[in-house]
């Protein structure tokens, strides 16, 4: 498919160097000072594809192109709806994008967020939605992509997209809302090495060992502590079952597996239909027993699952600019290597504004100190 470009090279100030220009160092100056030179040249160093425009990527890319990424990759194959017009910003009404390709109706917003951001706009998903785990590989490589995010896409499809990055040693972020409630998983390979402060210490070193989506919902390990197997096991087994287990915020945690799995069995999200209420339930009682999630810390989880029933396909824009904040925060995290990063899934309520991580499939505990 022909790619709409922007090169920041062809933007008078921009040089096509490997270190800050006086433009950049003049433009980025305030988050320089706040996390330093050599991660502001990582950022702008970095390649960052964006997968899909649905709703929640819009949130995300405006604060990854303000931060000074080097390039954004953006990947659509859809047209502009009305619908659409309500969750986001980068779809103008009056610049009529209804019924325009999603990526050339975003690519003037993006533009004009910071004109030193070079911007390739491909107008498919292919391959990564519909082709093979090999043409995705091919094509990270190909266009030296640092981090894939990808947005609003079926479990399915984030599952083999982070494989396929896993296996090409490249970032991956999965992200979606559903109404009220939202999440991130991250992958950031088998050796993510990064700088962390602990309060009222100096710098530290900390490496992560994460996971693919499938290595970190694997079942089989869920029978076990983090303490005794170096695959992780169930956030909740173990000592968490008493001690870490509530702040893991599993009441929202395992209503969000229960609504892959729902998805993975029927292809497509409740919808409110007669007897998905009652299934939804019964995969949610289901997971916490393999989880070994206390029943007291579900008590509120009915209210959640009510909610996906009937909402898990609307979008909610205070969520979406939560969650896409949260996303864009981690993401810069990742490429600078500063800052304790998600491990490794992150779950959002909106409602009682909290967002909390777990960590799945990851040992030993990564947590921070």
Known sequence: MPATETSAASTPGAQPSNHITEDEASLYDRQIRLWGLDAQNRMRNSTVLVLSLRSLAHETIKNLVLAGIGRLIIMDGEKVTEEDLGGGFLFREEEGAVGTERTAAA????KSLNPLVEVTALPTLEPFVGGDETAMITFLK??????????????AQMEAIDAAAHAAHTKFYGAGTYGFYGYVFADLGTHHSFTYTPPGK???????????MVQAF??????????????????????????KARQYAPEVAVPVLALWEFEKKHGTLPAGREGQAKELAEITSELQ???????KLLSSSADVVSHFVVHATDYFPPT???????LAQDVLRSISRNGWPIVNLLVVDSLRGTATSSPWGVAPDPTPP
Not at 107 to 110: A, D, N
């Open 202 to 212: 100096g710098a530290v070193k900390e490496v992560i060992r994460y996971r693919s």
């Open 320 to 326: 979406l600019a939560i969650v896409g904040g949260l």
């Open 142 to 155: 190909r266009e030296k992509v640092d981090v894939v995010v990808a947005c609003d896409l079926s479990y």
């Open 289 to 295: 027993t393999a989880l070994g999630v206390h029943p």
């Open 107 to 110: 690519l003037p917003q993006i």
């Open 218 to 243: 694997d079942r089989t390990n869920w029978a076990l502590t983090h303490e005794k197997t170096s695959e992780g096991g169930s956030p909740f087994g173990g000592y968490r079952r008493v001690l």
